[in-house]
């Protein structure tokens, strides 16, 4: 795990970040709380349904100490470390580090290709794994179910009934049930919530149900939200 000394901001004091801001959280087990999101820059996937495309290209440096900084300023103690891919930056673990060591909760948003295992034990990770209708230009990282802890989570998003028969698939031979939340999320825009609430109810199936708060509340355009 990399140091979370001040010393080890030699590798880099900055982060290239898209946004930040303070909502609601829209998913997770956490959602309805309000929280601290960073949104950094940068991603290497191109899911056809993904709804913060602009966070592939739009940001610019931050130095980590005035996120951390923001932050606290907050005064809300749960902070979203999101993106795009905020794994593809290599300092994103000096930040997440320092929010720790503030004391503060932390959970990380990552489309699961890239390694898990380094991130900080504390932070509750959040893991997509990728079904057909997204067209993901990478595939998992199997590895990373084995750095799974119990208070992670495994988020599918599905836009069709071949997605949902996927994701069933992918839980049962791998046998993650009971291993951690899986959260089961309708694409927005591709598919009405209460027909994926139809095929949990149809059978035995070990996913919750989730749909994204922050659009029924402010709208699927809406940004800084």
Same mark, same amino acid.
Not at 43 to 52: A, E, G, K, P, S
Not at 82 to 104: A, D, K, V
Not at 149 to 154: G, K, M, R, V, Y
């Given at each position: 795990m990399p /140091?979370?000394?001040? @010393?080890?901001?030699?590798?880099? /004091?900055?982060?290239?970040?898209?946004e930040t801001f303070v909502s609601l959280c829209g998913e997770s087990t956490f959602q309805g709380r309000p929280a601290f999101f960073v949104r950094?820059?940068?991603?290497?996937?191109?899911?056809?349904?993904?709804?913060? /495309?602009?966070?592939?290209? =739009?940001?610019?440096?931050? =130095?980590i100490e005035s996120i951390v900084a923001e932050a606290?300023?907050?005064r809300i103690n749960l902070v979203v470390v999101?993106?795009?891919?905020?794994?593809?930056?290599? =300092?994103?673990?000096?930040?997440?580090?320092?929010?720790? @060591?503030?004391?503060?909760t932390v959970l990380l948003e990552t489309n699961g290709t890239l390694p898990i295992g380094d991130v900080h034990p504390n932070v509750r990770r959040i893991v997509d794994v990728k079904m057909p209708s997204a067209k993901a230009s990478k595939p998992f990282l199997m590895a990373n179910l084995d750095a799974l802890?119990?208070? /992670?989570?495994?988020k599918f998003v599905v836009a069709h009934r071949e997605d949902f028969e996927a994701a069933s698939k992918f839980v049962r031979i791998n046998h993650l049930a009971g291993r951690c939340e899986l959260l089961l999320s309708p694409a @927005?825009?591709?598919? =009405?919530?209460?027909?994926?609430a139809e095929w949990l109810l149809s059978g035995d199936q070990p996913f919750r149900l989730q749909v994204?708060?922050?659009k029924i509340l402010w709208g699927a355009d809406a940004r800084g939200r």
């Open positions: /140091d979370d000394q001040s @010393s080890a901001l030699s590798i880099s /004091d900055s982060l290239q970040i898209c950094a820059s940068g991603c290497n996937l191109r899911c056809t349904w993904c709804d913060t /495309d602009y966070a592939w290209t =739009e940001g610019a440096p931050r =130095e606290g300023a907050s999101t993106g795009g891919e905020p794994l593809l930056q290599s =300092e994103i673990h000096l930040l997440i580090n320092r929010l720790i @060591s503030r004391g503060l802890a119990p208070h /992670d989570e495994l @927005s825009g591709r598919i =009405e919530p209460h027909q994926v994204q708060l922050h």
